[in-house]
């Protein structure tokens, strides 16, 4: 039976631009600073590793694109690779589940993608964003349906999204009907004056109503950008002078019927640390239990289509033992719901 009541914590942090080791060595520090305040699991934020890439929206040039594009590549992390199994050993050795947003180099393709390690040091799942938002769709790649995953832990069953996928209600409700109780989410945050606050206003709304509709908790996570980045994409897009600014970035943990348990916490380097019961959920679901009593699936219905889609499926035609007509073996077969 899943931990009924445990610790969690949610971040608003900075990654490096410098390099994906020195994001890592973050990563890890704060890990263990969670641990040591008494968190059985750890939210970092979207694509945290190495960096989310702001210049997809700003003014660049082709060649600096094609430059920037190449450096984010190169600074992707593989899963499994070096980077995942560092933060692994770490895991098992705090006894602590970490969530991380990624960039996920695979082939010639990055996805923005989240990873889940337990406290065993076990990757129990990883998933990519199904769809891009904007800008994001010039440098990602898209999930498949069998990343619409929840997964089941001894903290209970922990379910992923990401930015806005959170907009997506037929995602939100898929992860409700796959028996959620614990919603993790990974944002960006960054700082236009062009937009004051109204990032940090979306996520706020979002959050807290996927807590209430899946009464679920939510623990949400976002980066920020430091003086040095504004620096840096200043002199990329010397027009951000202007309108890009320090700061920026929410997190908290919300509860199963839309209240803040730790936060929310803006514009701030900083982790909220709180403690949460799976019992409440109980309560929550007497007044309105989305998938169960407050739905209506003679109404309405949702088919997932969880196959997963492989660049090549391979056929071949075998000769069975007894030299009877030949079988057709698929080595892959896919998931169908």
């Keep these: 039976m899943p931990k009924q009541t445990y610790k969690v914590a949610a971040m608003i942090a900075a990654s490096s631009h410098k390099s994906k080791d020195e994001t890592m060595d973050k990563v890890l520090a704060m890990t263990r600073e969670a641990a040591a305040r008494g968190a059985q699991l750890v939210v970092f934020p979207e694509t945290f590793v190495p960096y989310y890439p702001w210049w997809i929206w700003m003014a660049v040039n082709n060649t600096q694109r094609l430059n920037l594009y190449r450096q984010l590549y190169h600074n992707s992390i593989e899963v499994p690779g070096p980077e995942i199994q560092r933060l692994a050993e770490e895991a098992a050795r705090l006894k602590i589940h970490v969530t991380l947003g990624i960039n996920e180099r695979d082939g010639g393709t990055i996805y923005n993608s989240q990873v889940l390690i337990d406290d065993q040091g076990r990757l129990v799942g990883k998933r990519r964003k199904l769809m891009p938002t904007g800008e994001e769709k010039t440098i990602w790649g898209w999930g498949h349906g069998n990343d619409l995953v929840v997964y089941d832990t001894s903290l209970g069953k922990i379910g992923p999204l990401i930015c806005y996928e959170h907009s997506m209600a037929l995602s939100r ?165």
């Design 173 to 337: 409700f898929a992860l409700y009907a796959m028996g959620e109780q614990v919603h993790v989410a990974n944002w960006p945050g960054a700082n236009f004056k062009s937009q004051p606050r109204n990032r940090s206003r979306i996520i706020d709304a979002a959050m807290r109503h996927t807590a209430f509709e899946g009464q679920v908790f939510v623990i949400f996570s976002s980066s920020m950008l430091t003086e040095e980045d504004v620096a840096y994409y200043h002199e990329l897009d010397p027009s951000t002078e202007e309108s890009l600014e320090p700061g920026g970035g929410i997190a908290g943990i919300i509860d199963p019927l839309g209240n803040y348990v730790a936060g929310p916490v803006e514009h701030e380097e900083t982790m909220l640390v709180a403690e949460i019961n799976l019992e409440l959920i109980t309560y929550a679901k007497h007044m309105v239990d989305s998938v169960g009593h407050y739905n209506r699936p003679d109404v309405f219905s949702l088919r997932v289509d969880r196959r997963p889609r492989p660049a090549m499926t391979s056929r071949e035609d075998i000769q069975d033992p007894v030299g009877q007509k030949p079988v057709e073996m698929v080595t892959e077969m896919p998931e169908t719901i």
